[in-house]
């Protein structure tokens, strides 16, 4: 069936680097909208950034702009998340979402992964 499996969480001192991959299987998410969504403990599930397959236009949250960069190999049917300079703040269970209609609401995303969990430390 479709389904999006997150992979590349894990420990990390704050200023360092992680990369997120988002495989998807079951169906072709070429036209989707793509986006990682982020949920830190206690906390409700916050936009982190999108990018449409078709013509690679991303879009960020404000925390973690200048930071993050999300890219995708429509040929493997793979979105990845680039992480850097990690702070604190952005422990969280990171999850991959894909839509057809686009956004930057969970309303937006049809199929989501079960998430990897990131953990920065000091």
């Known amino acids: 069936q479709v389904r999006l499996v997150e992979s590349g969480g894990g420990l990390v001192q704050a200023g360092g680097s992680l990369r997120l991959t988002c495989a998807g299987s079951?169906?072709?998410?070429?036209?989707?909208?793509m986006a990682w969504f982020r949920q830190a403990p206690g906390k409700g599930r916050d936009f982190v950034a999108a990018?449409?397959?078709?013509?690679?236009?991303?879009y960020y949250a404000d925390p973690v702009k200048g930071r993050f960069t999300i890219t995708r190999d429509n040929d493997a049917n793979t979105v990845y998340l680039q992480m850097n300079s990690l702070e604190l703040e952005d422990t969280a269970l990171y999850s991959c979402a894909a839509g057809l209609a686009g956004g930057m609401r969970v309303h937006d995303y049809d199929y989501w992964g079960q998430g990897t969990p990131v953990t920065v430390s000091s």
């Open positions: 990018i449409n397959w078709n013509h690679q236009n991303q």
């Open positions: 079951g169906r072709t998410f070429n036209r989707d909208m």
